[in-house]
Structures are given as structure tokens and as C-alpha cells.
């Protein structure tokens, strides 16, 4: 495949939040030989495992009840107010790499709610039930956050209460406006005579690392004939992004590995983009890389 042209979008990888907690992880594990990580570090599970070798072990809650004395990461998703208690509790020593994107939009969620109370309005949060950033946003709230993902999760909504809402701070800025301007219609229906900025007060709470690789990367999956998407199937993210691939070039494909690569996908491509989430280690893409060149194409088939 040596005319074949393979290129690594470099605006792709870890996100600052991301690449910072797993150098937490990885100095404090040099520094101990173990750690405990409440839920995987990063929604790869090939970089996951990479750092359960060198002696990450992922936990869950049920687990942080029963550990006493010893060392837990807080991912960059950020923690609800309850893990901070049991780790006190159980003098747990606590690494917080929490990102401060997601430690300032817990802040604000949480002083939002309060208002909210005490004016028996509702906060909304736009993103995905039960990922671990949205647990964090929602323990600001005590679990009275109602949590909007789909069409059908709007009729969570009282329309007769005002709402603030917000966003997970990966999720798609295109999503979040739709989701918005579908709140605003159904409550200016049920409030005809009540200006829509007394009802609704929305907050665009999309991480601006995350947002802005949406139009970086409609322009590179136009440059090429072929995208390989490399993400952890887990990655919220990475299903979003690899949307705005497949939208503007139909010859996109998702992969969590190598091993998923079809090369029957090559046939009369002369340039490959291999592009990821903000879960997607550099080292990842580089393998892609290096497979795509060092792999003998298939010779078409005869008649």
C-alpha cells in the first residue's frame, strides 16, 4: 500500500481533562505500584487496559464502601457530594483529576438548582442518563435533576414551572440547540402571555475543546477518500463526532481496533483520514496508521 495516503487528524486524541488524569494516574501509580480508579479512567477500553497493567484497578461505588485506607482517582467526569463523604469516611485519600471544565459547570449547576428550588422552577440537564459526568451534575442537585436525551424525555418537563437547563459537557452543540429550541416552543405554548426569557434560561455548558472539533472535522472527512473513526464504543463523544464524519462522507467507518478494519474498505482509496474522540490515545491512531501502511491490499478479484 505504499501509494496509499494514511493522515492522523492531530486535533483528534485526548482532551486536556483526560491526558491530565491519566498522568495523575500514572505518577501516583510510579510512586505506589497501585491505585484504585472509581470506574474506568477513560471510555477505551484498550487504554484501560494498558494502565490495569502497570496496576490501575477499576472500582465501583459498592466497592468504595468496603475500601478503607488507601489511594482512589477521581476521573475527569467529575464525582457527586456522596463519594467525597464516603472517602472521608473511610479514610480514603482521595487524586482528584476531576477536569475544571466539569468542576466549574458542577458549581453552577449546583448554585442553578438552588435558585431553582426557591423558585419552584426545575434544572434540566441535556446528556446521558447514568454517565458518570451526569451522576456528578446530578448529585449537585440531590437527584432532582431531570435528565433530557431524547425527544420522549421532554414530557419529564412540568411546562408550568420555569426551567435552567444545561448540558453534559460532551455532548453535541448541534443536539443541545435542538433540544433547547424544543423546550422554549412547548413552554411559550403553555405560556402565551409570558416572556420566554422568564421561563427559560438555558446555559450552552459544551466543553469549547470538545464543540470546536465539529467543524474541524466535517472539513477532514471531506479531504479524504476513507475516515477511520478509532473509539471506545463506550465513548459518548466518540458516537457524536463520528456522526459529523459519517454526515459529510458517507465512506466512514467506526473501530475500536485494527482488528475491525476491512480491507476490502481500500479498494480504490488513495487517501485514508483516521481521526477519534477526546477518549482516543494518540498511540491508537498511530497503530491504525502503521497497520494501513504495512498491510499488502488484497488484489481484486477476477471474473
Known amino acids: 500500500m505504499s501509494d496509499l495516503k494514511v493522515t492522523i487528524d492531530q486535533g483528534s486524541g485526548y482532551c486536556f481533562g483526560v491526558e491530565y488524569a491519566i498522568k495523575m494516574a500514572e505518577d501516583a501509580m510510579e510512586e505506589n505500584g497501585k491505585l484504585y480508579c472509581l470506574g474506568d479512567i477513560v471510555h477505551n477500553d484498550l487504554e484501560v487496559k494498558r494502565l490495569n497493567a502497570k496496576g490501575l484497578q477499576v ?3 459498592d466497592d468504595l464502601k468496603d475500601l478503607r485506607d488507601c489511594q482512589v482517582l477521581i476521573r475527569a467526569h467529575g464525582e457527586p457530594p456522596e463519594t467525597y463523604r464516603i472517602a472521608l469516611e473511610n479514610n480514603i485519600e482521595l487524586i482528584d483529576a476531576s477536569c475544571p471544565v466539569v468542576l466549574k459547570l458542577q458549581n453552577r449547576v449546583k448554585n442553578a438548582h438552588d435558585k431553582m428550588c426557591a423558585d419552584a422552577g426545575q434544572t434540566v440537564i441535556y446528556g446521558k442518563k447514568g454517565h458518570a459526568e451526569v451522576t456528578g451534575l ?5 437527584g432532582k435533576a431531570i435528565i433530557i436525551m431524547h425527544d420522549e424525555d421532554l414530557d419529564l418537563i412540568d411546562y408550568t414551572r420555569p426551567v435552567t437547563l444545561f448540558s453534559q459537557t460532551t455532548k453535541s452543540t448541534s443536539g443541545f440547540y435542538r433540544i433547547k429550541g424544543l423546550i422554549e416552543e412547548r413552554m411559550q405554548l403553555e405560556n402565551p402571555n409570558t416572556p420566554l426569557n422568564e421561563l427559560v434560561n438555558s446555559n450552552d455548558s459544551i466543553c469549547r475543546q470538545v464543540s470546536n472539533r465539529e467543524p474541524r472535522l466535517v472539513e477532514f472527512s471531506k479531504e479524504h477518500d476513507l475516515i477511520l473513526f478509532v473509539s471506545g464504543k463506550k465513548s459518548s463523544n466518540g458516537k457524536a463526532l ?7 462522507n458517507k465512506n466512514s467507518y467506526f473501530i475500536e481496533d485494527i482488528n475491525e478494519i476491512d480491507l476490502n474498505w481500500l479498494d480504490e482509496v488513495k487517501t485514508v483520514g483516521i481521526c477519534g474522540a477526546t477518549s482516543t490515545p494518540m498511540w491508537l491512531m498511530e497503530k491504525v496508521k502503521t497497520y494501513l501502511e504495512n498491510t499488502k491490499q488484497p488484489e481484486p478479484m477476477g471474473c
Open 138 to 142: 446530578t448529585g449537585q442537585t440531590n
Open 242 to 248: 463520528y456522526q459529523v464524519c459519517k454526515a459529510n
Open 59 to 61: 472500582i465501583n461505588y
